[in-house]
Structures are given as C-alpha cells and as structure tokens.
C-alpha cells in the first residue's frame, strides 16, 4: 500500500535527502501558459469570460457571478446549528491566537531628539480565495478572513467556485456570513485569482491588494504569475503530513493521521519517518485495515500508492529531523517518547502538532491555529498564514535640527564617498 525508503547507516548531505525524499508530480510551472491565458481572458472580457470558465472547469455558471447579500443571509439562516456552534468556536479560537500576532508598535529614541518609530498598517483591501473541487472548506472561510479582520484590513472580496446548482456552496456563503462578509463571487480557478488582482468593473469588483487561500495547480500558477500585481501567500499546492515517530507511537494512531491527509487529494502526501522498524511494519499493516473502511478509499489508496508518500526508515530521531527539515513538511506530527527533544531540532515546518492527541486534524478545525500553510517545502522559507500577511511594517523616522547636527558631518561624508552631492546639500541647506 505504501512503499518504504531505508535510509539507514547512510551518510546523507542536504541535497542528496531532497534528491531522495518522496515529492508529487506537480509542476506549478508547467500550470503557468493555461493560467496567463485565463488571466488573459478574464481582464479582456470580464464576467463573461468568468462564466465561461465556471461552465468548462467548475460545476456550471452561476446565474450571477456576484452573490447577493440576502443569499448570503439565508444561508446562515439555514446552517445547521451543530456545524454553526463550531464555526463560531473556530472563529473564537482563529481570533484569538491571531491577535497574538499582531505586533505593537514601537519607538527607538537614537538621540535626544532623534526617534524612529516602528508601526503596522494593514493593507486596504484583500481578496481571500476558498476552493472548492472535491470537497466543501467553510473552515477555510474562517482561516483567511480571521486573521485579514484583526490585522485591520477594511475591505474583503472573498472568491470560491461555483458548485452545482449554479453558486457558491451554501456552507462557504454561511461562514462568510458569520463573518460579516458581504462582498462574495462564484467564481474559481485562476480566473478568480485574476478577477481579484486586476478587477471587474462590471461586477463592481476592485482591485486587491492581496490575495491568500489554497488552491489546485492552476490557482499557484496564478498566483506566482499576479505576484508583483498584488501580494500573496505561499503557493499552497497538494496537502502533505511528515509523522516523526519512535517505538512508543501507536501505530493505530499514525496510520489514522496519514490516512486523513490522503483523503484531501490523490496528490496528497503522507510520509512517516521513523527509527522504528517494528513500528514502520506496524504502521504499514494498521494502513491496510484502515483505508478499505474509509469513505474515500479509492483517492486515498492512490494518495498513498504514489510516489510523494512513503514510509522512511532512519537510524536515530536526529536524522528524522534531518529528513524533515530537508523535506520542509505542511503539517509535522511528532509522536515520540519526548516530542520537545525532537521540536528541538526541527527549523523548518508550516505547523508543528506535539503528542498523540494533537492530530494535524485539529488545526484544521478548531486548534486556534491557521491552516492555510506552506507546501511543497516552502516552508523551508514562508510560513502559514496570519496577521502578518495583511500587515506592512512602516518606519516613522523623526528627528530635531539637534539631532540632525550630530550625523551632519557623517552623512555628508557618506553622500561624497558614493558620488551623491545632493544628498549632503539637503542637509546642509538646513543649517545655512
């Protein structure tokens, strides 16, 4: 079902683990010409093009691209109220936990009278995307909007394809709705993520500033390719989990967590890295009596067939850090004796869940932490998403004529050594 990768009593550099370690076949630059194009036709023709691709690639056009308010309205009415009860808790916990990522602003007197002033500005406007495709993400409605609301940002466009029936899934506009979001398009794929970057103006839709939210292969390649136009977050590809493991994991409880990444997409990676041999046997059987029960056991059986999982073997739990940092895993599961031994050696994860009762699946959900994450061994550089992704670092410099005398000369010197005259006579003009 899953294939192992012995990589013990080997000496293995950095490159030779990335060369080694399972990735899926997913080319976001092979995804880039079919993207310009939609991009293309979207900013030329507009609503029309949009409906045109919601009829080729989603589950048909909707009668309006821009949902109305009081559709959104009914759709809270009708929520169920089990599935309402734990929306609201996440949005309590997401708020929660992002608001800790706000940092406060800051002062750093240089001299007397001399200040530079450190402060946040959210951006003014984002456009938040949700997917659709083989499942239904209201969580992600809460993931993105949360964190954009405390840092501040005043207006979102959120974005999710139309499903059958013509328009945006009901839970999704529910979530929305929850949120006090009001402005929401059915519309998908990297047409959406066009629409957002450079604007409809027949729909009423304005540019944005930022866009974040996972999508396929297509919405990353759109997103690399608008990148400049507005920001973005990390180019989320195919879900992945990392499970370090040692002889005192549950096998029963690894299997169980591999399997409910793999759900998400045949694409989907799930690898377990382990010192354990007898633990490495036991998870492999516990997969086998596991996946035939699991309602999408077909997807997940290909999810764990391929190439982008596997279960490796190492020769001590300082080598499993090796492999996962090389890796740079989404979620990083780490089931061990002593957990904290091992975070201690990790640098590079979207999100770290410690212990056997700290399932990838309660982030998720309802950890309070924010799933929208790195993959694809971005996180290697990038991180999840958070406040920080809406806000801009501004330094507010401020200093008294005092102040300025004492670095005139210094500046003056500095301005001469690289040939910029003017720079010292701004200076000097205010002392004359």
């Known amino acids: 079902m899953i294939r192992t990768i012995d990589l013990r009593g080997r000496s293995l550099t950095a490159a030779d683990l990335h060369a080694i370690l399972p990735r899926p076949a997913v080319d976001v630059t092979a995804a880039s010409a079919a993207a310009a194009a939609l991009i293309d036709d979207v900013r030329a023709r507009g609503a029309a093009a949009l409906a045109e691709q919601a009829t080729r690639f989603d589950a048909g056009a909707p009668a309006t691209v821009r949902v109305a308010t009081a559709e959104i309205q009914a759709a809270v009415a009708g929520l169920d109220p089990r599935i309402r009860a734990a929306l609201e808790e996440a949005i309590r916990r997401v708020r929660l936990a992002s608001a800790a990522q706000v940092p406060l602003p800051t002062s750093t007197e240089l001299a007397t009278g001399g200040v530079v002033r450190q402060r946040w500005q959210p951006v003014r406007r984002v456009g938040l995307y949700v997917p659709g495709g083989k499942a239904v993400y209201p969580s992600s409605v809460v993931m993105n909007v949360v964190p954009a609301q405390v840092a501040g940002v005043a207006s979102i466009a959120l974005a999710s394809p139309s499903q059958a029936g013509g328009g945006v899934h009901p839970t999704i506009l529910a979530a929305a709705g929850l949120l006090g979001i009001d402005e929401v398009y059915a519309m998908g794929g990297a047409g959406a993520i066009g629409a957002l970057a450079y604007g ?22 759109a997103k690399r390719l608008v990148k400049g136009q507005v920001g973005i977050d990390a180019e989320a590809g195919p879900t992945e989990i990392l499970v370090i493991a040692d002889a005192s994991a549950d096998a029963e409880i690894v299997a169980a967590d591999l399997v409910s990444q793999a759900e998400h997409d045949e694409l989907a990676a799930a690898v377990l890295v382990t010192d354990s041999a007898p633990l490495a046997e036991a998870v492999a059987q516990a997969l086998s009596r596991l996946v035939p029960d699991t309602r999408h056991a077909t997807r997940v059986v290909t999810a764990l067939r391929s190439q982008q999982s596997a279960i490796v073997l ?9 492999v996962s940092n090389a890796y740079g895993p989404e979620h990083l599961e780490i089931q061990t004796a002593d957990p904290e031994a091992v975070l201690a050696e990790i640098q590079s994860a979207g999100a770290i869940f410690l212990g056997a009762h700290t399932p990838v699946s309660l982030g998720d ?8 994450l790195p993959t694809g061994g971005q996180s290697r550089f990038s991180s999840g998403l958070s406040a920080m992704a ?13 102040a300025l005398a004492e670095v005139r000369a210094g500046l003056v010197a500095l301005a001469t050594a690289e040939d910029l005259p003017a720079h010292g006579e701004a200076v000097e003009a205010r002392f004359r």
């Open 200 to 221: 409809v103006a027949e729909l009423g839709l304005e540019p944005v500033d930022v866009i974040t939210g996972p999508g396929n292969v297509y919405v990353a390649a």
């Open 314 to 322: 190492v020769d001590d739990l300082s080598m499993a850090a090796r």
């Open 390 to 402: 809406f806000l801009r670092p501004q330094q507010v410099v401020e200093y008294s004529r005092e």
């Open 365 to 372: 959900y309802l950890a309070g932490s924010n799933h929208v």
